[in-house]
């Protein structure tokens, strides 16, 4: 079992930037960023294997970035030109199988999620 816990969430204005962290308790091969909006269905954000193919959802192209630590199994979601459509609780999700990956899969460990507020 790998635990999961996200940090960096938190308010901004519109505009703004926000870094969140995703650490993994072990090894995981695939990580990805979901979101979820009150009332909303939960969408994939970005996810990212080990051997750094990164899946961006459209709506994120060019102002987020995905990145991921393999040695320390930390996964990171840099966060810039924030809208306050992109307020949702964001989970880190992860996989330990080499053919995971994309914002499709179904991934097995899931963390507690964290807040992200935007202001207009």
């Known amino acids: 079992q790998v635990e999961l816990v996200e940090s960096g969430g938190g308010s901004v204005q519109a505009g703004g930037s926000l870094r969140l962290s995703c650490a993994a308790s072990g090894y995981t091969y695939c990580m990805g960023w979901f979101r979820q909006a009150p009332g909303k269905e939960r969408e994939g954000v970005a996810s990212?294997?080990?051997?750094?193919?990164?899946y961006y959802a459209d709506f994120v192209k060019g102002r987020f970035t995905i990145s991921k630590d393999n040695a320390k199994n930390t996964l990171y979601l840099q966060m810039n030109s924030l809208k306050p459509e992109d307020a949702a609780m964001y989970y880190c999700?992860?996989?330990?199988?080499?053919?995971?990956?994309?914002?499709?899969?179904?991934?097995?460990?899931w963390g507690q999620g964290t807040q992200v507020t935007v202001n207009a």
């Open positions: 999700a992860a996989d330990p199988q080499l053919w995971c990956g994309g914002l499709r899969f179904e991934y097995k460990y």
């Open positions: 990212i294997r080990n051997d750094g193919i990164a």
